[in-house]
């Protein structure tokens, strides 16, 4: 779809259709389906050669990463049993979550060759997930899960001279949603707090230490976004202390917490009124405008004048299949 509005979306791909192959079922709780490339060239895909894969304890879930090239539409196989691709950002190497070892695995893309460098406690139900690479297209943030139990963010040398870096792993506190500044310098990330005080967004520092951003709002739609020059993080929020019935907004807060700006507002009739849910922000890489999810439909607002617009409507958003493109 194009962000004018002026024409109604068109499948760009139909992995059924042209390679006999499905994209992952939402049952499948897999957080990202595919993963355009920096150059806007290539999607790794996480497909499957069934649509409905029965996952069962012990066998391994048939979930494998593809190379899509978007001008010859040509399809390769990049790695099996891979999920959650991310691109470094200078479009060599591939971070994914092997569903062999759950442990942290990088693709050097035009070679082929992989190498794991983060292992996990797999038979203790530990798992990696949530990848974010730094600037410099050598490090990387990952959230080291025990399903139910606990959740730990690590810092990780892709090249390995360097251990990896535990930054936060409290055990009355859950972390998730990280993503590294562009600036390089900080990774923000949201947690939840058992006891008072819900859903936080934090910065975690490189020397370990974390700081709170805001405490009024609680980031409670989707991963928090930096702006692509690092001064300012987009999310969707619900503030805390204004209404008895639940709604999420769009907002910006700069990378001190200092400044809190709300960009949307729609105030809800009704508990079933769910066009005031606007959250999952994504910046257009001028900065200017921010793509996000208004119920199941799909919004643009200008950051230079506070316009917006519908772009669409469809049955079901989900959370994890909105890419913006240069």
């Known amino acids: 779809m194009r962000s004018e509005g002026e024409t109604e979306p068109a499948v760009f791909l139909d992995p059924t259709k042209e390679f006999g192959l499905y994209l992952t079922p939402e049952e499948a709780y897999l957080p990202i389906w595919g993963a355009l490339s920096p150059d806007g060239r290539s999607l790794a895909l996480v497909l499957t050669e069934e649509p409905n894969p029965i996952a069962s304890p012990g066998v391994l879930y048939p979930a494998h990463i593809y190379l899509f090239d978007r001008e010859s539409r040509d399809l390769r196989p990049l790695v099996k049993y891979g999920v959650e691709p991310v691109w470094s950002p200078d479009g060599v190497?591939?971070?994914?979550?092997?569903?062999?070892?759950?442990?942290?695995?990088?693709?050097?893309?035009?070679?082929?060759?992989?190498?794991?460098?983060?292992?996990?406690?797999?038979?203790?139900?530990?798992?990696?997930?949530?990848?974010?690479?730094?600037?410099?297209?050598?490090?990387?943030?990952?959230?080291?899960?025990?399903?139910?139990?606990?959740?730990?963010?690590?810092?990780?040398?892709?090249?390995?001279?360097?251990?990896?870096?535990?930054?936060?792993?409290?055990?009355?506190?859950?972390?998730?949603?990280?993503?590294?500044?562009?600036?390089?310098?900080?990774?923000s990330f949201t947690s939840a707090i058992d006891g008072p005080g819900g859903w936080q967004l934090r910065i975690a520092n490189l020397d370990g230490s974390w700081n709170e951003l805001i405490g009024d709002v609680y980031p409670v739609g989707g991963v928090p976004r930096w702006s692509p020059d690092g001064q300012w993080i987009a999310f969707g929020g619900s503030a805390i202390y204004e209404a008895s019935l639940y709604q999420s907004d769009l907002w910006l807060t700069d990378a001190t917490g200092k400044i809190l700006i709300r960009l949307t507002f729609d105030k809800m009739q009704s508990e079933d009124d769910h066009q005031a849910e606007d959250s999952r922000?994504?910046?257009?890489?001028?900065?200017?405008?921010?793509?996000?999810?208004?119920?199941?439909?799909?919004?643009?607002?200008?950051?230079?004048?506070?316009?917006?617009?519908?772009?669409?409507?469809?049955?079901?958003?989900?959370?994890?299949?909105?890419?913006?493109?240069?």
């Open 93 to 187: 190497r591939l971070a994914y979550r092997s569903l062999e070892t759950g442990g942290v695995r990088i693709l050097d893309v035009p070679s082929g060759l992989t190498n794991e460098v983060y292992a996990v406690e797999a038979t203790n139900g530990h798992f990696a997930t949530g990848f974010s690479w730094a600037p410099d297209s050598r490090h990387l943030v990952t959230i080291d899960e025990a399903l139910y139990q606990s959740t730990d963010l690590f810092i990780i040398d892709s090249d390995q001279p360097e251990a990896s870096m535990k930054l936060i792993g409290l055990p009355t506190e859950w972390a998730y949603n990280a993503q590294w500044s562009p600036t390089g310098e900080s990774i």
């Open 281 to 326: 922000p994504i910046w257009s890489p001028d900065g200017a405008q921010l793509v996000f999810r208004k119920a199941q439909e799909i919004w643009i607002i200008s950051l230079i004048d506070g316009s917006d617009q519908m772009l669409h409507s469809v049955n079901d958003v989900t959370d994890i299949g909105l890419i913006v493109s240069r």
